[in-house]
């Protein structure tokens, strides 16, 4: 008989002997019902405190460790933590398989030697690895609100449709589809093709609808300067035989609609291996960014015990905020109230 078991006997026992010369020996007038209750507590509290440990993260592996900190190629040990959990609980719900998962850290800077804040985690075969990732540019609406991004630090964050920004919090990757989006001229000066892979995020909680606005990942690449040529052969003409042509521009580390961008070449290395799901955790999210407004207003300087944020980015932004789907939709929806372009017609072409 274990240790435990061998208490709740003695405890049984003595209860049982005690009350029952007091009360002429009927078990049911109090003890039994006082012993059920106490072995009842004792499972509840042993059911407890087994879920509590089930949600928290295992240990980090050594090896591990070495790449968490500040440091440029490194990753804070909040945003591990975090998202090592979120692998873990969907790995045990059977939702995730992969051996891989992400991370990115949405308050380190877009570029130069800090720039690496899209991290990939292979604990399987001991891989890190630390690359750049674009963050959403928000939006200046003229007299409405003021919520765009520079190109370096992110100040605004927010899940409302259509506002182009940043939401930290869980993902889960779902299908990938690959778009034509147009031809340009590669650096041999040969026409080439963009095909444009984006990998679909679900998310839950604030994340959650992430579906509804598009949120995923893709390469930092776009065509602009947009005009149409005659090439009715092509199998992507339209029905005049136009088809887009324009000139490559690749913005890695810059900002996009709110989606994770990345280099082509690490696009490339990325997309392949979420064909099998895995998750996606962002940092910050929105209690974190508050509590970090709340630090700053007040004056009070961060420390290891205070919420995270990157020290250079914070004082480039000096306050970070948070527009909830809730405020920010409503004025949204105020600025979509002017009439609507009419429909473009299919573009023509010349010869």
């Known amino acids: 008989m ?45 059911l407890t405190a087994g879920a509590l440990a089930a949600e928290q993260p295992s240990e980090t592996p050594g090896w591990l460790k070495s790449h968490v900190g500040d ?21 045990a719900a059977g939702v995730v398989k992969n051996p891989c998962y992400f991370a990115m850290d949405a308050t380190r800077p877009s570029e130069g030697g800090f720039g690496k804040r899209f991290y990939e985690i292979c604990e399987a075969d001991r891989s890190f690895r630390a ?19 520079g190109k370096e630090c992110v100040k605004n964050f927010g899940n409302a449709l259509d506002s182009n920004l940043t939401t930290g919090g869980a993902y889960v990757t779902a299908e ?31 994340t959650a609808n992430a579906r509804e606005r598009a949120i995923g990942g893709h390469p930092a690449v776009v065509l602009k300067g947009i005009h149409y040529r005659s090439m009715a052969r092509s199998p992507y003409a339209n029905v005049n035989g136009c088809v887009p042509v324009g000139t ?13 961008s990345w ?25 974190d960014i508050k509590a970090v407004a709340q630090a ?9 015990s205070s919420p ?17 789907r809730e405020v920010l939709e409503p004025i949204l929806a105020r600025y979509r109230r002017a009439p609507e372009p009419a429909a473009s017609p299919v573009p023509t072409c010349k010869p």
């Not at 020290?311 to 905020?321: H, R, S």
Request: charged share 20%; aromatic share 10%.
């Open 2 to 46: 274990g240790k435990a078991a061998r208490s709740i006997s003695s405890m049984a026992a003595g209860r049982s002997s005690g009350l029952n010369a007091g009360r002429g020996g009927d078990p049911l007038r109090s003890g039994s019902f006082l012993w059920r209750f106490a072995l009842g507590v004792t499972i509840a509290s042993w």
């Open 71 to 91: 440091g440029a190629g490194q990753i804070a040990a909040v945003v591990l933590q975090r998202a090592r959990a979120l692998y873990e609980q969907k790995v």
């Open 131 to 149: 690359m750049s990732a674009g963050h959403g540019s928000g939006r200046n609406i003229k007299g409405a609100a003021n919520f765009a991004n």
């Open 176 to 206: 990938t589809k690959t778009s034509f989006k147009g031809y340009y001229r590669n650096a041999a000066k040969q026409e080439a093709i963009l095909m444009r892979s984006f990998v679909q995020f679900d998310g839950e909680g604030e």
């Open 248 to 260: 490559l521009v690749d913005y890695a580390g810059g900002r996009s609609n709110g989606c994770t």
């Open 263 to 287: 280099s082509r070449s690490d696009a490339e290395r990325i997309i392949p291996k979420l064909e099998e799901p895995t998750t996606v955790y962002i940092y910050p999210e929105s209690q």
């Open 296 to 304: 700053v207003s007040a004056r009070r300087s961060l420390s290891s």
């Open 308 to 324: 995270y944020w990157n020290a250079f980015c914070l004082k480039q932004i000096g306050t970070p905020k948070f527009w909830a």
